[in-house]
């Protein structure tokens, strides 16, 4: 049944209220890998062990008293070292609902004016690659450098310590299309001085979100920064559809955009985005109908004098 003039009037109203409390709503992350919260990491690493011709990528602790932290970190530093080719790889990063894959990397990195005449190879970038994988195995990650995409060679934007007395913390941010069961990232070092401080892979979702009377589920973002996805919503409990309530979610994890939405049912009101019970008018019958049987018992005790 197509809705009244007037029932079109209100849900409109109802989208104007909703919408300005709805454009502060935050996106959310489904976070896959923390390394902060990870009491030992013990990566993948290339070279490694006694046979290595370069240290390679060392784990340590990187605190901040100050701040409280005390992470588990990875750094390298074989600048005195020709054709250094150091490999760092995470473990293997299950994508759930993602068809997007962001991963944040805080790091810093020395500049190469620390080693005057002692450098053999000091870079002051690193690389980040993937490789993505159809089934999770205890295997190593494959060992194959050109099975990897390359993402980007990053480097420290934000400033590169010139002090042993002081640390700069980079961060940067790339993403991933992806389609297969889940993927690896590697970090490919080949004479930087670097520690690589804290690694966070996560997805983007548009959070649950119940307005003008229907509620839109958890939604992951679409697999390309820019694509939207159009999602229906469900009338709450109570409430009926006026007009097919939907919502737009951005690559950015926002809703946008909402459309058409539910109105309560007859004996409900709309409280807090809900349908409840019409509380006052429920009263005032118990009220009618309880004085109603007061007075019926009464006149029945007086009809027995």
């Not at 011709?53 to 588990?72: D, Y």
């Not at 054709?83 to 759930?96: A, G, H, K, M």
């Not at 809703?255 to 006052?280: F, H, I, R």
Request: proline share 5%; hydrophobic share 35%; charged share 20%.
């Amino acid at each position: 049944m197509a809705p009244t003039g007037r029932e079109r009037w209100k849900l409109f109203a109802l989208l104007t209220v909703s919408w300005l409390r709805f454009q502060l709503t935050a996106s959310s992350q489904v976070v896959l890998l923390d390394t902060t919260t990870e009491s030992s990491l013990d990566w993948t690493r290339y070279p490694y062990g006694p046979q290595a011709i370069t240290p390679g990528w060392v784990e340590e602790s990187f605190t901040n008293f100050e701040q409280g932290i005390n992470w588990r970190s990875f750094v390298v530093c074989d600048v005195a070292y020709s054709n250094v080719n150091n490999w760092l790889w995470t473990p293997f990063i299950e994508r759930r609902d993602a068809s997007r894959i962001y991963i944040e990397i805080k790091f810093s990195m020395r500049d190469c004016s620390l080693f005057p005449g002692m450098a053999l190879s000091c870079k002051e970038t690193f690389s980040l690659l993937y490789y993505e994988f159809d089934a999770a195995t205890k295997e190593p990650p494959p060992w194959e450098p050109e099975s990897y995409k390359l993402v980007d060679r990053i480097a420290a934007d934000e400033g590169r310590f010139t002090s042993t007395n002081e640390v700069i913390i980079n961060t940067e941010i790339r993403s991933i299309p992806i389609t297969k069961k889940g993927v690896y990232f590697a970090f490919r070092d080949q004479g930087a001085c670097l520690s690589l401080i804290a690694i966070k892979v996560y997805y983007m979702i548009c959070p649950n979100i119940t307005l003008n009377l229907a509620s839109f589920l958890d939604s992951p973002t679409g697999r390309e920064i820019t694509e939207i996805i159009k999602v229906d919503g469900q009338c709450v409990a109570n409430a009926e559809m006026v007009d097919s309530p939907k919502l737009l979610c951005k690559g950015d994890g926002k809703w946008t955009l909402p459309s058409g939405g539910c109105k309560c049912k007859a004996g409900y009101e709309s409280m807090d985005q809900s349908c409840q019970g019409n509380v006052v008018c429920n009263v005032g019958l118990q009220q009618i109908y309880g004085s109603t049987s007061v007075q019926v018992r009464g006149n029945a005790k007086r009809g027995n004098k």
